[in-house]
């Protein structure tokens, strides 16, 4: 070996298409696999999105000492960690996938000071701030970003995973790696991240056009957790997508893939939109709606973290993400809506649950969601956008069947009083022991387009 290096993981627990790997790995150099439990970060209250990153950690390892190399985990903040293992190992440089968030820009910033990093991308297909207009100004409303995605030359296929790397010395030593088990609906691992994908575009993409929406059926991809710690690669993906929509056998299932991959557009909007706006963490991305008088509502706030509003199809997703750290992406817009349009409560309140409780979580994503939903960010229909619940339960679960789910005290309830609240009997609430109504949906959509309009 010529050289030695540190592949600095944080977000790309693969060895399949990994651009900072593949990099590393030029010259023939000793690749040291590196991960940091950052303080910073592992402080966060995330239970099940930190349960799941463990595993992921677990899986990437195995499948590093089937290659003759293994993961070394170090705890600390990371430029101290890096230096400290660079000079253990004689490492002349670090390689990491970019990332996009402002800690994560503070933190790279730091290592690049004190050390020799090389970032590339790899948590999105184009580096965040490549798409842009003709003047060079960032895209804010999606579809010309979308048209302007499509038109840029896609950056060929997913590379293979090395066959053989590195052994790592003996003498960098490693912390043994959390024990806790994923969670059940999602277990971690690029593997198991590949067999999804496969399931997906062999059962599922086709109709996902006509499937995505709807909460009953398992229409969508679930692979939100795994593009979120890169246990799949969004060059992978979105490859995937345009050899099924080039592939597709009829014009249903061309829409299908078309539509999917619109969805992984969105993916990189909301990434390059933090990364041009990154004030967007802490306020409206449109300034004119920073002056929205929530409401302090701690009562309400928690009846609505907890799955007790009286709207059945609001309660189940939030009995979904609880149970789960997952919920469906159409139930997340109607959980949203409901927050921040029926109890006019400041759309952060949700972002912070959100990614306390995510599998998924994402901090571009899902600030992205969160402000599109209430109408503060990037959308062009923003504020006069208000979800009617009981319509939403009908249209999009409309035999009950996600709700009687995720609520089973309710699975006696005539389908009228499951998908509006005020056709539920007195006597299948007192038999539910379910709550009444917290809010007027019709009432609360008045009181929000009026104090809503912009400043």
Do not use: C
């Not at 399949?16 to 950052?38: K, Q, S, T």
């Not at 490492?91 to 290592?111: G, T």
């Not at 907890?306 to 469906?328: I, K, N, S």
């Amino acid at each position: 070996m010529t050289d030695t290096v540190l592949w600095w993981l944080r977000r790309d627990l693969r060895l399949e298409d990994n651009p900072a790997l593949r990099l590393a790995l030029n010259g023939d150099r000793r690749v040291v696999p590196v991960f940091i439990l950052d303080p910073t970060l592992m402080a966060r209250p995330a239970e099940k999105r930190q349960a799941f990153l463990f595993a992921g950690l677990r899986a990437l390892d195995a499948d590093l000492r089937d290659r003759g190399s293994r993961l070394v985990v170090r705890e600390g903040p990371p430029v101290e960690v890096l230096a400290h293992l660079s000079a253990e190992s004689g490492a002349s440089a670090v390689y990491a996938e970019e990332d996009i968030s402002p800690y994560a820009r503070r933190r790279d910033a730091q290592a690049a000071a004190a050390l020799t990093l090389r970032l590339v991308t790899g948590a999105t297909v184009f580096p965040a701030g490549q798409v842009r207009k003709a003047d060079g100004s960032p895209y804010t409303v999606f579809t010309p970003y979308s048209k302007a995605w499509k038109a840029l030359p896609f950056p060929g296929a997913p590379q293979p995973a090395p066959a053989r790397l590195p052994a790592v010395p003996d003498a960098l030593t490693s912390l043994p790696i959390p024990t806790t088990p994923a969670p059940a609906d999602f277990p971690a691992g690029e593997a198991e991240a590949n067999r999804r994908l496969g399931a997906f575009l062999d059962e599922r993409i086709a109709a996902y056009a006509d499937t995505r929406d709807r909460m009953d059926l398992e229409g969508t991809s679930a692979l939100s957790p795994y593009l979120r710690f890169g246990m799949l690669s969004a060059r992978k993906a979105a490859w995937a997508a345009l050899e099924s929509a080039r592939l597709a056998p009829h014009p249903q299932a061309r829409r299908g893939a078309e539509t999917w991959l619109n969805e992984l557009i969105w993916r990189e909007f909301y990434h390059a939109i933090l990364y041009a706006f990154p004030f967007v963490m802490q306020t409206a991305f449109n300034p004119g709606l920073r002056g929205v008088p929530w409401r302090n509502a701690p009562a309400e706030l928690e009846a609505w973290q907890q799955g007790r509003t009286g709207y059945p199809v609001v309660d189940a997703a939030m009995r979904q993400l609880a149970a789960t750290g997952w919920m469906h992406n159409r139930a997340r817009m109607i959980v949203a809506s409901f927050l921040t349009k029926d109890l006019l409560i400041n759309w952060q309140a949700g972002e912070r649950w959100f990614m306390r409780n995510l599998v998924d979580g994402d901090p571009a994503a899902n600030n992205g969601g969160w402000q599109w939903a209430a109408g503060t960010g990037t959308d062009a229909a923003p504020y006069f956008r208000i979800f009617n619940p009981s319509l939403q339960s009908a249209k999009f679960d409309p035999q009950g069947v996600y709700i009687r789910r995720w609520l089973p005290e309710l699975a006696r309830a005539s389908l009228a009083g499951l998908h509006d609240p005020n056709h539920l009997t007195p006597g299948e609430r007192r038999a539910a022991n379910y709550p009444p109504p917290i809010v007027d949906h019709a009432a609360a959509r008045e009181r929000a387009l009026r104090l809503y309009r912009p400043t």
